[in-house]
């Protein structure tokens, strides 16, 4: 990435962040063996649908306004760039293609809550980027959905744990 990119771009990746998401819990929800799991990772593909959503419309209204974000030492473009060729988007498999039949659920929560927060990191990036005009609230909420999808994951692992 140069100093300069295309917020589409970048939204575009959220895109697919949020895809890989979705499959990764319907995947999960169609493998686990509790029920209580089932509905929870049902619940969770949803609201990554309903983000995928969120980012596809700021992408498609960031495509007719032509926004460009910068920064002048590039360090966000790095940021994201490194964030996106690394951790969000695996080079060799969907994380969908981890969850096996027989997987424990405390390996699918594992992955999930380093899912989820790699993806904060990365809507983190976009925030510090994005103008407020153009939908930078937007990201926000994203951001604290996420958060809490931390949480629920790790109250449902840590209920495992107990048991």
Known sequence: MSGAYNIEEVLEMACQIERNGGRYYRRAADLVTSSGARELFRELAAMEDDHLLT???MRADAATRAILLGDQDDLIAQYLQALADSHVFPRHESPADSIMPGIAEKDVLLKAISMEKESIAYYLGIREAMPASAGRD?????????MRHVTILSNRLAGLVRA
Request: proline letters at 0%.
């Open 55 to 57: 980012f596809d419309g």
């Open 138 to 146: 937007k990201v926000e909420l994203i951001i604290r959905e996420e």
